[in-house]
């Protein structure tokens, strides 16, 4: 409370704005509603001077050498060599360095990875890493993940290596014209990230502004471009080399090593520390401590009075500007692949998808459908290596990926699985994209070994840390492919299933390329042909016939591939399961299809789930429960899924997913009360979406068979839900607290002390 007092204070904050206002008006109705009634800073509040807590560079580098908690020795070293770069009132410097960046960490024809990972045989990718600009002092780190203990000193003697070799002979033009095109394109774009423009922006000021500087420094950022193209090949990035890091002193190489043995050890103090604390307790103290915990908890469960909810401005749902975006599509299938265009104002990008029917392939074979969804694009083909190819990429596009995704329609019970191949053009670049597209469909080879072994070796390690770093998305897919068809089939491609397919491989990588590879091409060939082609394209109207003749020119250049459609049967022989992993708290999910039984989507689902997570959810399980927090998702496709995440109680949370039906049949709002819900649920359907989201958007739409009369329809009934559909839906939550789907990702106390839920626990 000191601290709040102290910091919190009106003279101390900053304010920002973004959008379409009346400026004067929004300044001044801060200023007499908010910012007069709060106190002014008060004399002993310092000023904060940055330049005053710059860290000085030391004499010689650093080294930091530490162990972190693993649960089996043979996890892999990680080791970062971090260079402090400038200070945030520089834009020039900094946009310098997002190029280096993306030259030397996030390319594929990176020369560093190359020098590391691929010839130097150390780890497994340099993914970790990057240029860190939220605070005074930026920091660019070189972040080596799956080494060796003994591998720092070679690995730093790698690293200040190439960047000596690239001071010195200078780096390829056809990398740096490729990183510029794609800054380009990202500040042509703008909407680029999937958040909201404002948000990026105020990022943007906060980066100078925090630390007083400019607020607009780094958005004035033209001059700064034009001059760095102008001494792009005068030497421009290698002088950056080596003043920032070859003569930097200001570093320090740090390593991570894994240790079984630590974990054990913290328990156990941690123990012991408790055990001699309490030992200093009275009982007075003890009885202190319990009175004071539980008039915590009771205060989580009082709710805000009427009164106070009162005091924050409200929106009424008359106040409400419903907005449904039309979907503009038009279908032609005259040709011999299905063609689809979305009418947009896209500032002369064509956004286009891709999508080859992969339901030819054999149920064995799928999992080098989900190798190739990591391969294609990132190794080379007949004319072009995979530096090549990569640096002609970044030049003509704003990005290319490649997915792998199962699409159920909301009226039908199967779903259509796609490879499907996303990339962004500027229109005046299509002619040349057409031709990168027909050598990646047509032209890819699989012969760079070593390349090869990186790729798939770092997506096995991202996989496998995905069940520490991401433990809620993983246990939610799992849940999902417990029940749902679709969700078997992304399991087996991309999910837990395939990291069961690649830990295998990867072990005998060396003794079974030759073979997985000559399977993996087997599959690239049979899908990539016409018959199997849907395109999708969001451009300007303007566009269309140019856009439509050469994607149908790409098209009829692809084989004729006449495979017989196959039946899968992915079901998995367990519906609750629990993976072990280090961590001290759990993700739990749960979910069922309520489609299977019986129950139709409807808009007030949408209002229900927001009225359980805000108030059920939210007071059961992170307030009352510790965790960090909970999510319900219920999908227009008929599956409805909770999950827990940072949840230190695995049990309670399980009780709480079972109660959710009697919360529903026991649920009183007053009508303001529901209207306030309603209107929330509107706000998270409404949200703006880039360019990008709006394309991906209408795709899903179609394959899913969502109409712009159905979204109306779903609109009107989320306004017009009432509390008797809320608590009707209770059946829908009975039906759901008996279904056996269940997956909890973390701790091993916790999943050992709760076994009885689990048909299969693994480690």
């Not at 205060?299 to 500007?321: F, G, T, W, Y």
């Not at 049979?526 to 020119?553: C, H, R, W, Y």
Request: negative net charge; charged residues 25%.
């Amino acid at each position: 409370m000191a601290f709040y007092e102290k910091y919190y204070v009106a003279d101390n904050c900053i304010i920002y704005l973004y959008g379409d206002m009346q400026l004067d008006k929004w300044l001044s109705e801060l200023e007499v509603e908010c910012l007069n009634d709060l106190p002014k800073i008060n004399e002993e509040v310092e000023k904060i001077y940055y330049e005053k807590m710059v860290q000085e560079a030391p004499i010689v580098p650093m080294y930091i050498s530490e162990c972190y908690p693993a649960d089996k020795e043979e996890e892999q070293t990680l080791m970062s060599l971090s260079f402090v770069i400038g200070t945030a009132y520089d834009a020039e410097l900094r946009l310098a360095f997002e190029l280096l960046e993306h030259m030397l960490l996030r390319s594929s024809a990176s020369p560093l990875t190359k020098a590391i990972v691929v010839d130097g045989k150390l780890g497994i990718s340099l993914g970790e890493g990057g240029y860190d600009t939220s605070r005074f002092q930026s920091v660019f780190s070189i972040s080596l993940k799956g080494a060796e203990k003994t591998q720092g000193e070679k690995f730093e003697k790698i690293v200040l290596r190439e960047l000596e070799r690239l001071a010195k002979e200078g780096i390829d033009k056809e990398l740096i014209e490729a990183a510029l095109h794609t800054l380009a394109f990202e500040l042509k774009e703008v909407d680029a990230s999937y958040d909201p423009v404002g948000l990026q922006y105020s990022e943007m000021i906060f980066n100078s502004y925090l630390y007083g500087g400019e607020p607009f420094t780094h958005l004035k950022y033209k001059s700064h471009v034009e001059k760095i193209k102008k001494y792009k090949d005068k030497g421009y990035f290698e002088t950056l080399i080596k003043e920032y890091f070859l003569d930097n002193k200001h570093r320090v190489l740090t390593i991570l090593n894994p240790s079984h043995a630590l974990a054990e050890e913290e328990q156990v103090k941690l123990e012991q520390h408790l055990m001699a604390y309490e030992q200093t307790l009275t009982k007075e103290k003890k009885d202190l401590l319990i009175a004071v915990n539980e008039e915590l908890e009771e205060m989580h469960m009082v709710q805000n009075s009427e009164e106070k909810i009162n005091l924050l401005p409200q929106l009424k749902k008359e106040d409400l500007e419903i907005n449904i975006v039309p979907i503009h599509k038009k279908q032609n299938n005259d040709q011999i692949f299905e063609y689809h265009f979305h009418e947009e104002e896209t500032k002369g990008i064509a956004y286009i998808h891709l999508l080859f029917d992969t339901q030819s392939v054999k149920e064995e074979d799928l999992p080098y459908l989900g190798i190739l969804g990591h391969l294609l694009s990132y190794i080379g083909t007949q004319d072009m290596n995979y530096q090549a190819l990569e640096n002609k990429i970044n030049r003509l596009t704003g990005g290319l990926n490649c997915s792998l995704q199962a699409y159920t329609h909301l009226e039908q019970a199967n779903y259509r699985p796609y490879f499907k191949i996303t990339s962004k053009v500027l229109i005046e670049e299509i002619v040349e994209w057409k031709k990168l597209m027909t050598a990646i469909l047509k032209e890819t080879i699989f012969i760079e070994k070593d390349k090869i072994k990186e790729i798939l070796g770092n997506v096995h390690y991202e996989i496998a840390r995905s069940f520490e770093g991401a433990p809620e998305y993983r246990a939610t897919r799992r849940v999902f492919a417990f029940f749902a068809p679709a969700g078997q089939y992304e399991d087996v491609v991309s999910g837990i299933r395939f990291y069961e397919f690649m830990k295998g491989f990867m072990k005998e990588f060396d003794t079974q390329y030759e073979m997985i590879m000559h399977k993996v091409n087997a599959v690239y060939k049979q899908i990539m042909g016409k018959q199997n082609l849907m395109v999708f394209v969001t451009a300007p109207q303007e566009e269309e016939s140019f856009l439509q003749q050469e994607l149908f020119d790409l098209g009829a250049s692809l084989p004729n591939n006449n495979y017989p459609k196959q039946i899968y049967d992915l079901k998995l022989t367990t519906q609750s399961e629990a993976y072990c992993t280090m961590q001290k708290v759990e993700a739990v999910a749960k979910g069922f299809s309520f489609k299977d039984a019986g129950f139709t989507y409807h808009g007030a689902m949408e209002v229900a789930a927001h009225i359980i997570e805000s108030i059920y959810l939210w007071n059961r399980i992170r307030l009352q429960g510790g965790a960090y927090g909970c999510d319900i998702l219920i999908s227009r496709d008929g599956h409805v899924v909770t999950c827990s995440y940072c949840d230190p109680k695995l049990g309670s949370t399980l009780k709480t997913f079972e109660g959710i039906g009697d919360f529903l049949k026991n649920l009183q709002l007053k009508e303001s009360e529901l209207d306030r819900y309603i209107i929330h649920t509107i706000g998270t359907m409404q949200i703006p979406m880039s360019m990008e989201q709006k394309s991906e958007r209408a795709l899903t739409y179609t394959l899913c068979g969502m109409t712009t009369l159905q979204l109306e329809n779903i609109i009107k009934e989320v306004l017009n839900t009432d509390m008797q559909q809320i608590q009707e839906l209770a059946k829908l939550f009975d039906a759901f607290a008996k279904a056996p789907y269940l997956c909890v990702v973390g701790g091993k106390t916790q999943i050992k002390k709760h076994k009885k839920y689990f048909d299969s626990i693994i480690n």
